[in-house]
């Protein structure tokens, strides 16, 4: 059982345009959602997270968008760069331990 | 860089073959962790070491063998895997288990493939 859906797979941007992307979860014990960037040849890096007490965080181009009563929360890229290609991740994690669920990633393609 | 170093970066290893993996953190972290990474998958955690006890095994096969002797390093040892098993394998670390807004450091992977 997948605990986390993303959405997009792919996404395909024009330079200086908004990428948006999708995450949702069932698991209501979630309370920390990170996004994850990663690079060709390297590993995952945090980006940007969130907890559930807040609806929206904002780190430059980069914003979070968090909906608790919909279980839902996406990524904002505002004017999408050629240099934010790459793959995202969304991930949750619940109160207690650290396991963290990982979304299938969304490879994002921003062109010139 | 992240701080967390793998080697080897890429492994072709044949079903019968054993290997090892190998990773090496200098943040000073108490927790590490192997995730595999396989194409439009979500990242699996396979083990979690906190302070190098292995506190999390995700019904990994037993062709899997972790191993931690410090804080730094941590080991993934491989015998007749399948080619199922072909992914970049990630290792990870973070200060601590059990803290949920801990940032996990990633190390670039190991990309393996069986013949």
Known sequence: QQQVKQSPQSLIVQKGGISIINCAYENTAFDYFPWYQQFPGKGPALLIAIRPDVSEKKEGRFTISFNKSAKQFSLHIMDSQPGDSATYFCAAAPNTGNQFYFGTGTSLTVIP | ?115
Do not use: I
Not at chain 2, 20 to 45: D, F, I, R, T, V
Not at chain 2, 70 to 87: G, I, M, R, V
């Open chain 2, 1 to 115: 860089e992240t701080g967390v170093t793998q080697t080897p970066r890429h492994l072709v290893m044949g079903m019968t073959n054993k290997k090892s993996l190998k990773c090496e953190q200098h943040l000073g972290h108490n927790a590490m962790y192997w995730y595999k990474q396989s194409a439009k998958k979500p990242l699996e955690l396979m083990f979690v070491y906190n302070f190098k006890e292995q506190t999390e095994n995700n019904s990994v096969p037993s062709r899997f063998s972790p191993e931690c002797p410090n804080s730094s390093h941590l080991f993934l040892h491989l015998h007749t895997l399948q080619p199922e098993d072909s992914a970049l394998y990630l290792c990870a670390s973070s200060p601590r288990q059990g803290a949920t807004n801990e940032k996990l450091f990633f190390g670039s992977g190991t990309q393996l493939s069986v013949l």
